[in-house]
């Protein structure tokens, strides 16, 4: 394998491909999570030491609870998502790429206990070395994943200028090739443009002068007035 890219088809018959994270970025979302929750604790001990006996009680309860259930609260409704995980651009899904389930999150993070072991993630790092998915056993056991979250695509402002609709009728194809010119020429230099308008359509060939300025009117026809 080049990369961790996995493509699946879900029930309804979608291709998805989902890119899944390996050890090292999730060992350094865990590492970024384990401080926050550190500072919680270092937090309340300090607030609940006043209470004397009683506050120590009530900063240990408070210690197992956050243990367990802040990844868990995370995850299920953050989209997948602990603070670790997006400063590494990760999230948890079901093996179909769907929205990760309270079920699966309680599962997943509960047998962090059996993964620790004999100590520091000792057993779920080896068997996660060993899988394609790099998934341990929590994840194993509750179907999930640890994927990078894909950013949703940004569209560029087309120059402003004119709109004319295309001399003959478009394929989809077309059409989006059409897009992409207009909306990357602005970053192109002239020469790059006019290589590429001919490139596009070789009948612009013969007056390259306007073949740019034809197609840019074009692109912004085809994306409308709202763009």
Do not use: C
Not at 27 to 55: N, T
Not at 155 to 179: D, F, I, Y
Request: aromatic share 8%; hydrophobic share 50%.
């Amino acid at each position: 394998m080049l990369d961790t890219r996995t493509a699946l088809e879900t029930p309804e018959g979608i291709d998805l491909n989902l890119t899944v994270a390996g050890p090292i970025p999730r060992g350094l979302a865990w590492a970024l999570d384990f401080l926050i929750r550190l500072g919680i604790y270092i937090g309340l001990i300090l607030v609940l030491a006043q209470l004397e006996a009683f506050g120590i009680g009530l900063a240990m309860i408070a210690a197992f609870v956050l243990e367990w259930f802040y990844p868990v609260l995370f995850e299920t409704l953050n989209h997948g998502v602990t603070p670790g995980k997006k400063a590494l651009g990760l999230k948890v899904v079901h093996d179909d790429g769907s929205p990760v389930s309270w079920n699966a999150s309680l599962i997943r993070n509960l047998l962090r206990a059996a993964d620790f072991l004999p100590a520091f993630y000792a057993l779920g790092s080896l068997i996660s070395a060993f899988r394609p998915d790099f998934k341990r056993l929590g994840d194993i056991a509750a179907g999930t994943l640890v994927i990078y979250a894909d950013k949703p695509p940004q569209a560029h402002a087309l120059p402003p200028g004119e709109a004319e609709a295309p001399r003959v009728s478009l394929r989809l194809a077309e059409q989006q090739a059409l897009l992409a010119f207009a909306e990357r020429a602005p970053r192109l230099s002239p020469e790059r443009q006019a290589e590429l308008a001919r490139l596009l359509v070789p009948e612009l060939a013969a007056r390259p002068e306007t073949a740019v300025q034809e197609l840019l009117a074009q692109g912004r026809w085809l994306a409308g007035p709202t763009r």
